[in-house]
């Protein structure tokens, strides 16, 4: 036998028959090795903590979504399609609220005998003067056998003091039927009550939603650069069908594939039992990051406008909306009323021009959704507030008020009329006067500039939220932010969709829930647990279903943990 000396310390060259078995033998770049997990891991190690969480997060992400979508859908629809009502309703009611324009009113005490003939068994509630030339003057009377409270509105015509017909009227803001149908379907379904659990169910849940988004995004976006891709394609939403995938060799991540963690790669080998072809696989996944890539990017975009409509959704909540409430008044954060006392002696009423009465003290530009129906006890008479009225608009007129103004007659023989600016479009403040009817003299004043910032913030993002403020541009931005918070919901739903657990060849496992590369240690759940009660304290809808996910997250781990170790028994 010869042997054939090793030159230079190299081995040996391989047999073809030894080259081909090798290959076959050899790890793929997809193929885990033995003992080895396929991302890479020893089986009985866990990823790291920092790794776990934001698993974790992405999976709360998808249980939020998947639950509280539904009702985030209708809210966005259904407030895109209020934020254009008050444009809408001065169209629908034109011919109530508008008229030629008035060169030379008739006195306002003449228009307010005019709409009070209409209805003398009624009391007077508020008056709203007219600001334009083209504006009506509109009278609110109190409805007794209304059970809200909501007043009857008279609109006059200040040329001639005719009426021009009547419609109920709610809010501070004078909605008329059209806007209050659509505000009750954004509040409540038009249910009640009980339909505002929806509102404030999506409400508290958003900010939550939007803030993972961020996190989920910023991840998004590190794992690119990391891959050498372009960050900037990220900030454009219907740019490409997505991120740019990765590269062969390189392991999916949730961030690469819409929150797949186990998406195969391109030219992996089907699951067994599967014959789903190679090209639709990778089809199904460019498509996920497509419907991804505008699902993250849109909500980045929109965060700002969404934290803001969240936030001021909580404060009209039943529940929450009441802690918030108990919050603002512990830390003194309301503005002090402003003072309706007469000075002096009063006369009793009845006799005109000298007997003093009050509104119900409230600053009414402040006010928001709820009903201000105004002074169910009004004791004042038609000839008084046909007597002082013009004297109470001129000194308010002379106290610095010069927006669109509502008076307030008095409601008890002591207290003031009050008049406060109403919140119309490009108004930014709301001051308010008490006068004294008697004299016109200036009883209190309450300056929007001085009162605490939370009332003030409180106050803007009231109307802003409303479409108020800024008039028609407003009304069409939260159009778009509504449509877009709509376009969210659908596209995260349509990623689920492409990784559903009943799709031919899906490896989604139980549900679909993406992000599980393990179970939390149970420490960690509890701590969730924990915080869950905690902010349930103050948003209990969102504490109750927080627990809920979090038992959800740990019962569907534990039982892809022994599925696991079931198919690794049979596979010995």
Request: hydrophobic share 45%; net charge positive; with cysteine.
């Amino acid at each position: 036998m010869t042997v054939t000396p090793l030159t230079d310390g190299a081995p040996p060259s391989p047999s073809p028959t030894q080259s081909a078995s090798a290959a076959a033998s050899a790890p793929g770049p997809h193929t885990a090795r033995p003992g080895r997990r396929s991302d890479g891991r020893s089986p009985g190690r866990r990823p790291p903590l920092r790794r776990q969480l934001g698993a974790f997060i992405l999976r709360l992400h998808f249980y939020a979504g998947m639950a509280v979508g539904p009702f985030i859908l209708v809210a966005a629809l259904s407030g895109a399609l209020y934020a254009l009502t008050p444009t809408a309703e001065e169209y629908v009611y034109r011919d109530l609220t508008t008229v030629p324009a008035v060169a030379a009113p008739v006195p306002l005490h003449e228009q307010v005998d005019a709409a009070q003939r209409s209805h003398p068994e009624l009391t007077v509630a508020q008056v709203w003067p007219a600001q334009q030339a083209t504006d009506s003057t509109r009278v609110l009377f109190d409805v007794p056998a209304d059970a809200e409270g909501n007043p009857l509105a008279v609109f006059v015509d200040p040329s001639d003091a005719r009426v021009l017909g009547e419609e109920a009227t709610y809010s501070s803001l004078g909605e008329l039927p059209l806007r209050r149908w659509v505000s009750g379907l954004h509040e409540s379904l038009n249910l009640g009550a009980p339909g505002e659990v929806y509102s404030e169910f999506a409400a508290s849940w958003l900010w939550i939603i939007a803030l993972g988004c961020l996190w989920l995004w910023w991840r998004r976006v590190r794992a690119a650069r990391r891959r050498g891709a372009r960050p900037a394609r990220l900030w454009l939403p219907l740019r490409g069908r997505g991120s740019t995938p990765p590269s062969a060799g390189t392991p999916a991540t949730a961030e690469a594939t819409g929150g797949d963690a186990a998406a195969p790669a391109a030219g992996t080998a089907p699951a067994a039992g599967t014959a789903t072809p190679v090209s639709t696989r990778r089809d199904t996944a460019v498509r996920r990051r497509g419907a991804m890539n505008i699902h993250a990017v849109t909500g980045v975009w929109l965060l700002v406008a969404v934290l803001g409509l969240s936030a001021t959704g909580i404060t009209w909540s039943h529940f929450a909306g009441d802690n918030v409430n108990a919050v603002v008044t512990a830390m003194k954060w309301k503005a002090t009323p402003i003072d309706t006392e007469l000075p002096g002696p009063v006369v009793p009423p009845g006799h005109e021009g000298h007997a003093g009465h009050d509104g119900d003290g409230a600053h009414a530009g402040h006010a928001g959704h709820g009903g201000a129906g105004g002074d169910a006890a009004a004791t004042v008479s038609p000839r008084t507030v046909s007597a002082q009225i013009e004297r109470v608009v001129v000194a308010a007129r002379k106290a610095g008020l010069t927006g669109a103004l509502t008076v307030r007659p008095p409601a008890t023989p002591t207290s003031t009329w009050q008049v406060n600016e109403r919140w119309v479009p490009w108004c930014t403040t709301s001051d308010a006067v008490s006068v004294d009817g008697r004299d016109g003299g200036i009883v209190d004043r309450q300056d929007f500039g001085d009162l605490p910032l939370f009332s003030r913030l409180s106050a803007w993002g009231i109307y802003l939220h409303m479409g108020i403020m800024f008039g028609l541009p407003l009304q069409i931005a939260l159009c778009v932010v509504g449509l877009g918070i709509a376009l969210i919901v659908v596209q995260g739903y349509r990623m689920w969709w492409r990784r559903r657990p009943t799709r031919p060849g899906s490896r989604a496992g139980l549900a679909g829930v993406p992000g599980v590369p393990s179970t939390l240690p149970w420490g960690a759940y509890g701590c969730v647990v924990v915080f869950a009660v905690t902010v349930g304290v103050f948003l209990p809808l969102v504490g109750v279903s927080l627990v809920v996910f979090t038992v959800l997250d740990a019962a569907l781990a534990t039982a892809r943990s022994r599925r696991r170790v079931r198919g690794a028994a049979r596979g010995r």
